[in-house]
């Protein structure tokens, strides 16, 4: 079946732009995470929904960063204003389990959304 | 919170040899253990992963240790072929929570 896509693939913003980035998690998928990932580094966590419930958005940098999954499908991560410091690619992934249970944790990730603010 | 330590960072092996990557991680309460694997400009790929109630687990080339005590896993790859050179990282979480990566290792595998 399909597997995790986001769009776009590439977004150039200029600095102050605001910008929305799309996940499509792999149908009946549960969970979904959003990762930030800099230049040579590891994936870093940025928040987290069960369904359409934010359990978990301790990793987002700022209050600039805002995401929303309101039908507990497709997730939306919206950066304003945004910064230099913002240039990364963000990685969506879903998983079907659901926290706290003994299930399949295991979490597959899109394509990544390559963002790049000048 | 957790942190992964990962080890080395870059590893350059001849083809046909073995392959060891290590992390380390800080919480305890952790027991779920994937790693994944990153070609440049990928997504990252799930490769193998260990729940804490297992010691260790293979799947052909591939095979993952998991020392509970010590607070360390490992990722082994046996008779390594040019396509196997990518970024690995290590994770760790606690069930179906948010990963904690490490910082990868770079794998070059030379023909």
């Known amino acids: 079946g399909a597997g995790v896509s986001q769009s776009p693939r590439y977004k150039v913003a200029k600095r102050g732009q605001d910008v929305a980035l799309r996940c499509d998690p792999i149908s009946g998928h549960v969970s979904l995470f959003w990762y930030q990932q800099a230049l040579g580094q590891g994936p870093e966590f940025l928040t987290y929904f069960q369904n359409e419930a934010q359990l978990d958005k301790?990793?987002?940098?700022?209050?600039?960063?805002?995401?929303?999954?309101?039908?507990?499908?497709?997730?939306?991560?919206?950066?304003q204003r945004t910064q230099q410091e913002d240039s990364a690619v963000y990685l969506c992934a879903s998983s079907l389990a659901v926290l706290g249970t003994f299930g399949s944790y295991e979490q597959y990730f899109g394509p990544g959304t390559r963002l790049t603010v000048t | 919170g957790e942190n992964v330590e990962q080890?080395?960072?870059?590893l350059s092996v001849q083809e046909g040899d073995s392959a060891v990557i290590k992390c380390t991680y800080s919480d305890s309460a952790s027991?779920?253990?994937?790693w994944y694997k990153q070609e440049l400009g990928k997504r990252p790929q799930l490769i193998?992963?260990?729940?804490?109630?297992?010691?260790?687990?293979?799947?052909?080339?591939?095979?993952?240790?998991?020392?509970?005590?010590?607070?360390h896993f490992s990722?082994?790859?046996?008779?390594?072929?040019?396509e196997d050179s990518a970024v690995y990282f290590c994770a760790a979480s606690k069930g179906n929570t948010p990963l904690v990566f490490g910082k990868g290792t770079r794998l070059s595998v030379i023909a």
């Open chain 1, 58 to 79: 301790s990793g987002l940098p700022s209050d600039r960063f805002f995401a929303e999954r309101p039908e507990g499908s497709v997730s939306t991560l919206k950066i």
């Open chain 2, 48 to 71: 193998i992963d260990i729940r804490s109630n297992v010691g260790e687990k293979k799947d052909q080339r591939i095979a993952v240790t998991l020392n509970k005590t010590a607070k």
């Open chain 2, 7 to 10: 080890h080395p960072s870059t």
């Open chain 2, 75 to 82: 990722l082994h790859i046996t008779e390594t072929q040019p």
């Open chain 2, 31 to 34: 027991n779920y253990f994937p």
